[in-house]
């Protein structure tokens, strides 16, 4: 117990892609009892002025709320720092210097570190993310550094990855499998259609760069060629990394 | 969003409640993006010392730990505290004094209440507890202070609460539909027998007096006579008392 850092997350971006985080989180610890578990502390905050908006010059910064939210959790106890949002990541830098000696582990290294192990014949995936990550260049910048092609949706593909996202947001995408309705279903099967245009442009995976794209696509949805593609999600990878670093077994 | 209130969440006892606990509350808020979510802090710490062997005399009191978690949610902004932990209500008091000015719901009280109003003709519950919950007499005193008899289940059945609590809190048994194997099925079981027998002794409902109750039961589980018996979730009353509170829409 006592060599485990205390996990904070700077969430909320959006409510359900943080619930998703904490919830895998919390099943992937092997743990014999409460008091193995890991102490997670959670500012979930909606509040933050929305990423696409501010990286495309139409809305305010959320750097200054990112910052009091990691600094916050330092005070709560926190020794180690994520963000479970890609979009937030154009604004990365103040959270680290908010989080000064505190780590902070960044989900778009961490998702694509991830990728290259997981796949290193991937010589091209395709990126599901907002407008704001994309026009970032967060995804396309660190693949080409590793030597991987980043594929993006044209046009009204891109549009329909954006309607996915706000619809997961609004909360009307996705309220567990008991409460999903038909017109969920519909925004699921959009989405998948954009992902295997993806790949019948070349994408040999997909990554869910977008932590509300888990909540809508899994492993084995997306299909081409007759077979499945490969899916990274960078919720889980960050679950995997955030556990390896907290318990010291990374 | 100005008259809205922060919602601070003393967690951890177990962390499974406590991601059921936030999992609701998100999925319970209208909203139509992120921004018009609630902001929610927690602290879920599942290294607070066992409940009912503190209250059992066997261990170290976990009121300090919950003081201190009180105080260091409100540092974050908590205008309104919860402990989605029943049997961690023997020390509210603690809780309460920790938080000063900010508002405690309680989650017995609460459960009382939305049982009364739920179910104005039931004269007798049957109670499924942590033995540290009933040795403190928290929901029986509550309810036999409101008119309602509340029923215990005897010996052996009780053992069997408490084996399928822990067995939650060991994490072997919820993992989500997918994941959940043969043992944590028999675990159900167990318990849905458990509550038919306390139907047979008089009950006319089953509270999930313990939050992790909830994770392994659900309304329509507990037949008895032919019929349904109705099932009130300490945790389902907590988020619709606190999603009420914060909101102002109570």
Redesign the interface.
């Known amino acids: 117990?006592s060599a485990r850092r205390v996990v904070g997350v700077i969430g909320?971006?959006?409510?359900?892609a943080?619930?998703d985080f904490?919830?895998k989180l919390?099943?992937a610890?092997?743990?014999?009892?409460?008091?193995?578990?890991?102490?997670?502390?959670?500012?979930?905050?909606?509040?933050?002025?929305?990423r696409t908006a501010a990286i495309e010059g139409r809305g305010e910064s959320p750097a200054p709320r990112l910052a009091a939210m990691a600094r916050?959790l330092v005070?709560?106890?926190a020794e180690l720092l994520v963000m479970p949002c890609n979009s937030a990541h154009a604004f990365a830098e103040a959270v680290r210097e908010a989080a000064g000696p505190v780590p902070f582990l960044d989900l778009i290294e961490t998702t694509v570190v991830a990728t290259r192990e997981r796949l290193p014949a991937v010589a091209a995936v395709g990126l599901l993310a907002t407008d704001g990550a994309l026009a970032a260049r967060l995804y396309q910048d660190a693949f080409e550094a590793a030597g991987v092609r980043a594929l993006v949706p044209l046009g009204d593909d891109q549009r329909t990855v954006m309607d996915a996202i706000?619809a997961v947001?609004?909360?009307s995408a996705m309220?567990?499998?008991a409460?999903r309705g038909a017109a969920d279903d519909a925004v699921r099967a959009r989405l998948r259609l954009v992902a295997e245009r993806l790949a019948a442009a070349g994408a040999e995976a997909i990554v869910a760069a977008c932590t509300e794209v888990p909540l809508l696509m899994a492993e084995g949805d997306v299909r081409h060629d007759g077979g499945v593609l490969p899916f990274v999600s960078s919720t889980d990878e960050l679950v995997r990394r955030t556990l390896a670093e907290a318990t010291g077994e990374g």
């Open positions: 117990m909320g971006m959006g409510p359900d943080t619930v904490f919830a919390v099943a610890t092997r743990a014999g009892s409460d008091q193995e578990h890991l102490r997670i502390v959670i500012d979930n905050d909606p509040g933050v002025p929305d916050g005070a709560q106890g706000y947001k609004r909360g309220r567990g499998p409460n």
